[in-house]
């Protein structure tokens, strides 16, 4: 099972990759550190919208873990 990982779609950086670093998508990695690395295939999700898988880059320039979502993985939650 992948690690899921929250992650908000408005706060990219400018290689389009998702930026984790709410203090709920840090959270969230913390509690998964034994399973984190660079490459490392996790669960993105929104609450009540969807979820995809991503792949896991640290970004070093500014200390902090990014995703790069894999979007033909994509499933969206029915309300």
Known sequence: MLPK??????????LHRVRLNL???KNEIQN???K?????????????EFEV???LDFDSKYD???ASPIYSTIVYYEN
């Open 53 to 55: 898988e991503a792949v």
């Open 5 to 14: 990982i929250y992650g908000d779609f408005n706060n990219k950086d400018e």
């Open 23 to 25: 203090p709920r998508s």
């Open 36 to 48: 984190i690395a660079a490459g490392t295939h996790v669960l993105l999700y929104m609450e009540g």
């Open 32 to 34: 998964s550190k034994d």
């Open 64 to 66: 902090l873990w990014v």
